[in-house]
């Protein structure tokens, strides 16, 4: 059957699915290139197009499309994807909170990644926290930012009991829209924004102190069990947050794959991230982020369809654990079929 590689889409991380639809069509040439623009069509692109786009990460593509639609739906119905499976190069938005999942699996069309239950859950950073506490992993003290003055005593009780909080949108990627309240002005600042109309998009979470780690989940066909990969860890500079610009501008970080920790801390953060995996429904792969403490690994979220990017992690840690990026596609592709 053929393949379409799926890419762009309306979240904020449209840039960073462009650089993974370049990474992932490297490695499958022969597969077709369907780019879903910010402003809601799709075009069919050749693979010059997008092979020979240079610094994705920092502008925006505009290619010359040939065949193009008006709509995804439009797409989907077209003959072309009847036969076809789907491999999914999109990240965040209605790429991966399960709008374009569940359009897929309404129109009985093989993709990859997880389905659209699972994504919705993922892309809901609390409720996915409380599916994976829900299991016994440790999370976090948390409170919803809403405009309610019970929600301010909330938000001042829990900077009061941990000092430090890190604020997170509810649902987006790749660090975008993270802040911290270290002060009171910082809280102030929290409370007003959010009595400006903020609310409930973002949450409050402790600040946990330890070492930042990040680990992918493969499922493989032939395999009974899920296969964490080997851990990542994010180093950063005094005074930095690991943000766009950390992650893909390499700005103030570091990234050590695999995470030079002990073989304890290693098969303690695997299992918090096979555990997400299980406890959100996720298919094909994952990569959950975790932290640990003093008192070991605590969840911090998962993405259910993370970056393929050259400079993602899941590529360093196929490569670290022997595994080829072509190899791990292919049989993404095949486990999509086989559901």
Known sequence: MPVIILFGGDGSEHRVSVASAQNVARELPSAALWYWTRSGTLAELTRNELLSFDRPFERDFAPAPGRIWPDIGSAFADDDARDADFFLALHGGSGENGTIQEALETGGRPFTGSGASASRLAFDKLRAREAVAARGVPVADACLLDADAASHEKLAHLFETHGKLVVKPIADG??????????????????????LGDAPRYFAE????????????????????????????IRLDAGRTFDYGGKYLGQGTIELTPAPVSDDVARAAQKVAVTAHEAIGCAGYSRTDVIVSEDGPVF??????????????????????????????NEQIELARKR
Request: some cysteine; overall charge negative; charged content about 20%.
């Open 300 to 329: 911090l979220e998962i993405n259910t369809l993370p970056g393929l990017t050259a400079a993602s992690f899941i590529p360093q840690q196929l490569e670290a654990a022997g595994l080829r990026m072509d190899e791990f596609l």
């Open 206 to 233: 402790a600040f946990i102190a330890g070492r930042e780690l990040t680990v992918g989940v493969l499922e493989r066909p032939g395999y009974d069990d899920l296969v964490p990969l080997p851990c990542s860890e």
């Open 174 to 195: 790749s660090s975008h829209g993270v802040r911290f309240i270290e002060t009171e002005q910082d809280l102030d600042g929290a409370i007003r924004a959010v009595s």
